[in-house]
């Protein structure tokens, strides 16, 4: 025998629909549609309103356990973001972008040349190989 999802749905119908209309984007509202689906009786089951809705019986399993775990307010809750956290600080990252656009990191590097009568290794910026004016 099946689960009852019916009777596991604690929001009645109306409180569903009113749910679904406040739903911020498609998803959302299909979640939501899910629950009503099987609450007004028009699907057996989650496996059968998500396949109505176009969407896989793993999807709905997800969902119906987000619901179960947290009721409706954790259905339509924005997600949570993916991938590592942060490794910058906000203070460190402020700095970043203050030398960035002061143009110390970042951009185009300023050409080099030696210096006559220097060391080669001794780079220093120079007027005469940055694109000046060309002896005639």
Excluded at 62 to 85: D, K
Excluded at 131 to 136: E, I, N, V
């Amino acid at each position: 025998m099946g689960t009852a999802y019916a009777l596991l749905i604690q929001e009645d119908v109306a409180e569903l629909h009113a749910a679904e209309k406040a739903a911020r984007d498609k998803s959302r509202t299909d979640r939501v549609r899910l629950l009503r689906f099987v609450k007004e009786g028009r699907v057996p089951g989650i496996a059968q309103a998500a396949a109505a809705l176009g969407y896989s019986a793993r999807t709905a399993e997800r969902w119906w356990r987000l619901y179960c775990e947290g009721g409706l307010a954790a259905l339509v809750a924005a997600p949570r973001r993916r991938g590592m956290a942060e490794r910058i600080t906000p203070e460190a990252w402020e700095g970043l972008q203050t030398e960035m656009r002061a143009g110390h990191i970042g951009g185009r590097p300023r050409p080099t040349c030696a210096t006559p009568g220097t060391s080669p290794t001794a780079l220093t910026p120079s007027p005469s190989c940055s694109g000046g004016a060309k002896p005639s």
